[in-house]
């Protein structure tokens, strides 16, 4: 197996940018094989290097496809921008970049024409950890026809219904959701995405996990109490642990282990 960087530019931030991205080994074996992709989202501070260096993420893909328990499978480290100290992955208020775009727009379909691909839904999934958790789930509520299966490591599954005025304190908040009560936080609420999607038969299949002794703990129960009041079916664990790269690492293989039961279950658009 190999993890190769792949540059490419953004029109969307008119920038180049890289990802790094991993390929199995019967890739340059069979020239006619096509393969189902995720996208594997860092988090704050971090880059498209963060989940092979800080994460094992290689070694992780490598044990998982060995044992079956994981397809073969071209999975896509991106950078989330590159702005500040994170984008979180969607558009800002501001103005300052176009995140979720650069995503959408440029990465995704770079990707799908550069590699053998299969360039629809139906095999094609998003995770991250901490603030590329919530990206994950942002992501795929809202694009549902890009994303099949979501999973989040210690997401920031962040609402505006459990924030405060303090929380935008930050400099960085505001830019990014303009007013706290404004419909353009909405849009951006995890909690009113997940809303919307309850009902759609193509909603994104959702995993998510946390340690308990982790600063996002309760904002990961808030989350699984709101998707169990709406009924929307989702696979929820806990498990001992913090905020740190042992834990992201080790529970990597429960996200990967559901998105491969995600994918294998869904069929592509007809």
């Known amino acids: 197996m190999a993890v190769q960087p792949f540059s490419f530019f953004s029109a969307a931030l008119f920038a180049r940018k890289v990802c790094q991205v991993y390929v199995p080994d019967s890739y340059h074996l069979d020239e006619d094989r096509r393969y ?30 060995a044992s079956r328990e ?16 994170g984008t979180f992955y969607v558009n800002w208020y501001d103005g300052t970049g176009r995140f ?16 053998r691909t299969i360039a629809d839904r139906s095999k094609r999934a998003v995770c991250g950890l901490s603030m590329g958790g919530y990206g994950a789930f942002a992501l795929a509520l809202r694009n549902p026809d890009v994303f099949s299966a979501a999973a989040s490591i210690s997401g920031a599954l962040v609402s505006v219904s459990l ?46 996990n946390c340690g308990r002794s982790d600063f996002l703990f309760p904002a990961n129960q808030a989350f699984k109490a709101l998707l169990d009041q709406l009924g929307y079916p ?11 790269w042992s834990y992201f690492s080790e529970h990597l293989t429960d996200a990967l282990r559901f998105i491969e039961k995600a994918l294998q279950v869904t069929e592509p658009a007809r």
């Open 163 to 208: 924030m405060t005025p303090q929380d935008l304190r930050s400099d960085t908040t505001p830019r990014i959701m303009g007013p706290m009560y404004g419909p353009y936080a909405k849009e951006l609420d995890l909690h009113v995405l997940a809303g919307r999607r309850v009902k759609d038969e193509a909603r994104p299949a959702l995993h998510f």
């Open 70 to 85: 994981l397809s073969e499978s071209i999975v896509v480290m991106p950078n989330d921008g590159g702005y500040g100290h």
């Open 36 to 65: 189902p992709v995720v996208y594997l989202l860092h988090g704050l501070h971090g880059d498209e290097t963060s989940w092979t260096v800080k994460g094992n993420a290689e070694a992780t893909l490598d044990a998982l496809i």
């Open 100 to 115: 979720e775009d650069y995503i959408l727009q440029d990465l995704i379909p770079t990707i799908d024409h550069e590699f």
């Open 234 to 244: 989702h696979e929820y664990m806990e498990f001992e642990g913090d905020h740190q």
